[in-house]
């Protein structure tokens, strides 16, 4: 039983290069979402999806898209990567994303953008 | 607007000396709470987590936190730190209805022998 996954670990991009990270959780559990930390900031979260088929935006969504490809995955793209996308992203999953659930995150992928 | 607050950057405490972290939110007649750990290098972990009830909630690791409607806090504590209880520490909240969860900005603590 693995919990969250994440690859990669760390990618090293150029402004306007585009990439995915990918998250994928097996805990059978129906909500996903991206967070990005920066410090001194907490972590942010970008997008979620409360269950399969479904997305919504969260504070911080400029720049990004995700795709939830299956109950399991669900993925963050970044179309034409900025300096600011510089951070630490996380991806979490909840059993139904009922607000009293705690949240599972994975290790991170470490993006630095130049 | 909706928010955790979390007033200390960074801390240091003696190897065996208590623990306190301050949170505070604003707005949520009915909050559900949460303190999360990140360790160096990795994804956040739930320490413990208030919802109703008992106002004192226990939680893994020997820590403990308290819910003060009145003071709108919800504190962090240990009585007696170990070297391995470095981290970050954020607290974390749904403030109103199903809005998501909002996170402080983090708490490093350190500690020394």
């Known amino acids: 039983n693995a919990g969250v996954t994440q690859t990669p670990k760390f990618q090293v991009l150029k402004t306007g290069q585009s990439m995915t990270l990918q998250c994928a959780q097996d805990m059978n559990h129906n909500s996903m979402y991206w967070y990005r930390q920066d410090p001194g900031m907490g972590l942010r979260l970008i997008y979620y999806s409360a269950s399969e088929g479904t997305t919504d935006k969260g504070e911080v969504p400029n720049g990004y898209n995700v795709s939830r490809l299956n109950k399991r995955e669900f993925s963050l793209r970044l179309e034409s990567a900025a300096p600011s996308q510089t951070s630490v992203y996380f991806c979490a999953s909840s059993e139904i994303g009922a607000v009293q659930e705690t949240q599972y995150f994975g290790p991170g992928t470490r993006l630095l953008v130049l | 607007a909706q928010s955790v607050t979390q007033p200390d950057i960074h801390i240091t405490v003696s190897e065996g000396a208590s623990l306190e972290l301050r949170c505070n939110y604003s707005y949520g007649a009915t909050p559900y709470l949460f303190w999360y750990v990140q360790s160096p290098g990795q994804g956040l972990q739930l320490l413990l987590k208030?919802?109703?009830?008992?106002?004192l909630v226990q939680g893994i690791k020997g820590f403990e936190a308290e819910f003060k409607r009145s003071q709108s806090s919800f504190n962090l504590r240990k009585p007696s730190v170990h070297w391995s209880d470095a981290a970050e520490y954020f607290c974390?909240?749904?403030?109103?209805?199903?809005?998501?969860?909002?996170f402080g900005k983090g708490t490093r603590l350190s500690v020394i022998a």
């Open positions: 208030y919802f109703s009830g008992d106002t």
């Open positions: 974390a909240g749904v403030l109103s209805g199903n809005t998501p969860l909002v």
